[in-house]
């Protein structure tokens, strides 16, 4: 069990923004995680999501603002291992070691009781697979080991970046039911999503970005109760519906041949409408917002998906670099002299034998 403060576990960042050249990556966020609770940390990619974390973790260094973790930067805890455990999306396992030594070198590094590896596997669901080599794992095998390595210092706050990629939707249970669990002992958890539909079952709280800018923040519950319901009417005389229900102040919007969408109103509002009009229905039901539809509504209101990197380790190949002559610009990447293929091809996933 977490035995850490309120104040200890709580992640605060204030005007956070960060510029790569003429690149604003991240815009001004401001957003407060609570211990005891899931937040979401969701946005379209470019969104900023990833460049966030990183300053998060001090691996970024922020143009201004600040993002801090019990009232402190990462880099001025002492003990960072046991206070904060991460899981970003780019994994840096060795193919050729087994799942328990890669745990064991952290351990050591880190100076963690061995004991705590049993625990950590046996945890993520690793123990029958402790012995065998990284390269030989799954996606969402490695998703775990990486889960199991942010464990290893029973640190009270989690932050996780995409990790769901490569589990199966079995696997994606397990991982909605372990991060409640983690959450009730008290830690702190954000984790940046795409998942919308599982994020809607799994988190508390919601913070959505775009284009690295804030969106909305605050309780899933509160967001998705302010979201104004709908109305779906399906009729054969869709054109007298729709005279009859603007003629009462509503706003329609036809979809279908016989079906017509009334917006912000409920069924105690529009039945009477149709009924004293005597407007024969098929089918009237409503239909609330779910995160999904929040989510794009809030995203796509910027002017849509951004299409520029949060980071330059978002974008390959880099940019080539200015010559300054005005003559064409060599190759970029450069080839090797040796003639081998270029780009190389990608490294075996299952490493060496």
Do not use: C
């Amino acid at each position: 069990m977490v035995t850490a403060g309120p104040a200890e576990g709580t992640i605060e960042v204030h005007g956070l923004t960060k510029t790569f050249g003429p690149v604003t990556a991240v815009r001004g966020l401001d957003f407060t995680v609570e211990p005891g609770r899931i937040t979401g940390f969701l946005g379209p990619n470019g969104a900023g999501k990833t460049t966030t974390l990183r300053m998060l973790l001090g691996l970024v260094a922020p143009t201004s603002g600040t993002a801090t973790i019990g009232g402190r930067n990462y880099r001025e805890i002492a003990d960072p291992t046991r206070s904060v455990g991460a899981v970003l999306e780019a994994t840096s396992f060795h193919p050729s070691r087994r799942a328990r030594n890669h745990l064991k070198m952290v351990a050591m590094a880190a100076g963690i009781d061995g004991s705590r590896i049993d625990v950590v596997l046996d945890m993520v669901g690793l123990t029958a697979d402790a012995k065998r080599k990284v390269g030989g794992y799954s996606l969402g095998m490695r998703q775990r080991l990486e889960l199991a390595t942010a464990l290893l210092g029973d640190p009270a706050v989690l932050i996780l970046d995409e990790p769901s990629n490569g589990l199966d939707p079995q696997g994606i249970a397990w991982l909605r039911e372990f991060l409640r669990h983690l959450a009730g002992e008290g830690r702190t958890v954000l984790v940046s999503s795409h998942l919308l539909a599982e994020m809607s079952q799994t988190v508390d709280d919601v913070v959505i970005v775009s284009q690295g800018q804030l969106r909305a923040q605050g309780p899933l519950s509160s967001l998705v109760g302010q979201a104004q319901s709908s109305m779906r009417v399906r009729s054969p005389e869709t054109d007298r519906l729709v005279a009859v229900v603007r003629a009462a102040g509503f706003s329609p919007r036809q979809v279908a041949q016989d079906v017509v969408i009334v917006d912000a109103v409920g069924p105690e509002q529009l039945g009477p409408v149709l009924a004293t009009n005597q407007v024969v229905v098929y089918e009237l039901a409503q239909e609330s917002q779910n995160l999904e539809s929040i989510f794009l509504e809030l995203t796509t209101s910027l002017g849509g998906m951004p299409s520029v990197p949060t980071s330059p380790a978002d974008s390959w190949p880099p940019n080539p670099p200015a010559t300054g002559t005005g003559q064409a610009e060599p190759a970029w990447p450069p080839p090797p002299s040796s003639g081998a293929a270029w780009p190389p091809p990608p490294a075996s996933p299952g490493g060496p034998a």
